[in-house]
């Protein structure tokens, strides 16, 4: 009487052999991706220390406050925004010389951000902030930073 056994069918050992080249494909791989680290952790480490953290914040440089004649020198930047604002505080000053008022005072404050830019920012009310103070500049304001 025959047994009735497994008998190879030759499909066994092609599959056996497909997921040893898989394996070692991934094998090697893993081992060209571990080659590929940098060998100085500390240059991992300065590569996401060099963007900035906050690209809306930086430090008050300085704070003056503008005579009339500075205000009217103004030179427009093509910001639609600035433009209406610098046509109404024309209209308001000319519209206070006529009654007699006292002119609008303007206080420019200059920025330094942590990328190393400065911009210039111009408010009619007097700053709360003065030079050295860390502040953020939202929609064109300064804001000290709480």
């Known amino acids: ?4 056994g497994f008998r190879s069918t030759g499909s066994v050992p092609i599959a056996l052999a497909a997921l040893m080249a898989l394996v070692c ?8 991706g571990w080659l590929a680290l940098p060998r100085n952790q500390s240059a991992v480490a300065s590569a996401f220390h060099a963007a900035p953290a906050c690209r809306i914040c930086g430090v008050v440089e300085q704070v003056r406050e503008l005579d009339n004649a500075g205000v009217k020198a103004i030179s427009l930047n093509g910001d639609r925004d600035e433009s209406f604002v610098i046509l109404l505080a024309t209209l308001l000053d000319s519209s206070a010389g006529a009654r007699g008022g006292s002119a609008p005072r303007t206080f420019e404050t200059a920025v330094r951000f942590e990328d190393g ?3 210039l920012l111009r408010d009619s009310r007097a700053p709360q902030w ?4 860390r502040v953020k500049v939202l929609r064109g304001r300064v804001e000290p930073i709480s």
């Open 1 to 4: 009487m025959a047994s009735r």
């Open 25 to 32: 494909v991934a094998g090697i791989a893993a081992v060209t």
């Open 130 to 133: 003065k030079p050295g103070d």
């Open 117 to 119: 830019s400065v911009r």
